[in-house]
């Protein structure tokens, strides 16, 4: 059986920059003024290059917000409650880069947590957004675009024959659990330590990303009948999954797993992992439910499944498909020769300068990363689960992001989040980055 449901989500924005360009006279009488006109403008520059980080308006916005929304944001991990410091409002983006309400501008390896992988408001996306949206923005039936997109979605991902599309990542994993257990006519799931898959009931057992973050053992509000019949094992342990088989024989429907972890931290399978868990579930009847709500569209134009050779029963996906609204452009962006080889060129050389940064500076630090998806945590390492990962310095991480966030560089506000790279990212911004790194270890 090879099935998908998938989801879509979005995040869009606009800046425009301006820049200064200075020109010399050339009369001699007046070289003298000339050269202190130019010498006054390139030190006016330099100190609005070196102004004060001040998040003044952030702080009066969140402020606000506290008012209106529980803890004055709509996700956990935003609130910035395991880096300390003051939550940042945005108000444009454009490319690789992202500016704040203050004025700040920062290079951005969030990308609206996944989707944008060719940049922020790219032109062509916006334009071919605005011819569709000529004619109209929902339709509540059936329109010709949904067909477009599944036979791309289907032509690219090995697993999928047929499509579903929902409204979100959490949805779409709640639809494919009660496939499962419909198709198999048992109730039992297994998940992985560390992974999450949405924000329904079932999942909330040992998830990764908010619940990490806020330090819970697990979700209140959550009970225990909702997750009574929710096996989990950590990441990476092979031996830990046939146990559960075998204490509970004819019982489970299948295993659900981010193919690489990115709830917890950037954290890829071990070889063999996956191939023994298509075998484990073949053996016992059960389905292989790859959630790549993330990794679709981003390890490779087919996924984790193409990447690694693994073909799944089910699929969920997200982000990439959609971010709500360009999914089709963004597809066919992403089938230019050379976007999948270009994103990993520039996400490993980010990846190992920082490693290289935090080595020469004194840090236990490791991480790696997968095409345009990465991670680093500053323990020794290596991690190949959950509780690996709980073994970095959360506290030096939290110094470490504050500090970056000065030097102009946004990461996600948590150690145990993946960063994303886009095609919009350049060379520079990438040794701006490193630079910014080493210049922060060095302080911490």
């Known amino acids: 059986m090879a099935s998908t449901i998938t989801a879509v989500s979005v995040g869009l924005g606009l800046s425009r920059s301006s820049t200064r360009k200075l020109t010399q006279t050339r009369n001699p009488s007046s070289s003298r003024l000339s050269f202190c006109s130019i010498k006054m403008a390139v030190s006016v520059e330099e100190e609005k290059k070196k102004k004060s980080f001040t998040l003044e308006k952030s702080e009066e916005a969140f402020s606000a917000a506290k008012e209106m929304m529980p803890g004055g944001v709509n996700s956990p991990v935003r609130a910035f409650k395991s880096v300390g410091g003051q939550p940042i409002l945005f108000d444009s983006v454009k490319g690789s880069h992202m500016r704040d309400i203050d004025g700040n501008e920062y290079i951005d390896y969030v990308g609206s947590w996944g989707p944008a992988i060719i940049g922020h408001a790219d032109d062509k996306v916006l334009a071919a957004l605005a011819e569709t949206m000529k004619k109209g923005t929902s339709f509540g ?79 209140p509000g959550v009970p ?14 092979i031996a830990a999954v046939e146990n559960l088989f075998e204490n ?28 023994a868990l298509r075998r484990i579930t073949e053996e016992n009847n059960a389905l292989l439910i790859f959630d790549e709500v993330m990794t679709g569209f981003r390890l490779s134009y087919g996924g984790a499944q193409e990447y690694f050779g693994i073909t799944p029963d089910l699929t969920t996906l997200g982000k990439i498909i959609g971010g709500g609204l360009p999914g089709i452009h963004t597809l066919k962006r992403l089938q230019e020769p050379g976007s999948y080889e270009y994103l990993e060129k520039i996400t490993s050389e980010l ?41 970095s310095d959360t506290g030096k991480f939290a110094r470490f992001y504050q500090g970056m966030l000065r030097e102009g560089v946004y990461f996600a506000p948590s150690q145990f989040e993946a960063g994303f790279t886009s095609l919009a990212h350049t060379a520079e911004d990438i040794q701006k980055t490193i630079a910014a790194a080493e210049k922060v270890l060095r302080q911490i």
Not at 224 to 234: C, I, R, V
Not at 370 to 391: L, Q, R, W, Y
């Open 141 to 219: 039936a059936p329109c010709l675009l949904e067909n477009v997109l599944a036979e791309m979605v289907i032509k690219a991902v090995p697993s999928i024959e047929m499509v579903r599309f929902v409204n979100s990542g959490t949805e779409a994993c709640m639809g494919v659990l009660r496939l499962a257990r419909a198709y198999t006519g048992r109730e039992k799931i297994i998940k992985f330590e560390g992974c999450y898959h949405g924000h329904a009931d079932p999942f909330l057992v040992k998830a990764g990303s908010g619940v990490a973050t806020l330090g819970l053992p697990d979700s």
């Open 224 to 237: 225990k009948a909702a997750t009574y019949e929710t096996l989990t094992a950590p990441y990476n342990d």
């Open 248 to 275: 509970n024989k004819g019982d489970i429907c299948g295993i659900i797993l981010e193919p690489v972890v990115g709830n917890a931290g950037f954290i890829p399978p071990q070889p063999e992992f996956i191939s």
């Open 351 to 391: 990846v190992q300068g920082i490693i290289d940064a935090g080595k020469k500076t004194g840090h236990a630090i490791c991480g790696g990363n997968i095409s345009g998806m990465f991670g680093f945590f500053f323990t020794e390492g290596p991690v190949h689960n959950f509780a690996d990962a709980k073994k």
